[in-house]
């Protein structure tokens, strides 16, 4: 059910969902990382862009990229998608709407983020995360396009993500290194 929020005049709508844990590397060295967001929003002009940077439960900020500077103590991907999905609401069903996961791959859900579920372990948490991950981008069908930061990432879940989110037949080009990303000029998304 949309709140109200239209798509005339622009191309879709974006939804970023970026990692601003501690375990992000640098996407450019050179450069601040709050700089490298506004460019990879640059490259998306034309479409509404709307911004989740996520950590865990208390560490989620909407729509502020000078937010973006990796202090999250948790990672949890569930969380994410779950604002996402909030998000995708606002919007009419007939708007073109499409998820960009920028992660370095490294999910590190903790029990302390769900009091409710009363887990004793972090294995417990991590598991369930996964699952509810799965289950909202199988049940949202919001396509997802993922950019990798690092060597760290687990290559299987984040194919699993993807599929679960695209289907079998677009899920692998659905991924990118950020590092070839910023080299094609966003080739991925166009």
């Keep these: 059910v949309s709140i109200g929020r239209g798509c005339t005049g622009v191309k879709g709508v974006n939804i970023l969902l970026v990692d601003n844990s501690r375990s992000v590397p640098s996407l450019d060295r050179s450069r601040d990382r709050i ?5 990879l929003l640059g490259y998306l002009a034309g479409y509404e862009n709307r911004l989740i940077l996520f950590g865990g439960r208390d560490e989620i900020d909407l729509d502020n990229p000078n937010r973006f500077v990796n202090d999250g103590w948790h990672t949890d991907y569930h969380l994410a998608f ?10 009419p069903v007939e708007c073109e709407v499409k ?3 920028i992660t370095d791959g490294v999910m590190d859900a903790f029990p302390e983020d769900y009091p409710e579920e009363g887990f004793t372990s972090k294995a417990q948490t991590m598991d369930f995360a996964r699952q509810q991950s799965y289950r909202i ?4 069908r919001i396509p997802l396009y993922i950019l990798l930061l690092g060597d760290q990432y687990d290559a299987h879940f984040m194919e699993r993500l993807s599929i679960k989110a695209n289907g079998l037949a677009r899920a692998n080009p659905l991924m990118e290194r950020a590092a070839e990303f910023l080299g094609n000029n966003g080739f991925l998304l166009k």
């Design 35 to 39: 700089e490298v967001l506004k460019e």
């Design 137 to 140: 981008l199988e049940e949202s």
């Design 82 to 91: 779950q604002a996402a999905v909030k998000i995708r609401q606002e919007y």
């Design 99 to 101: 998820m960009i996961f």
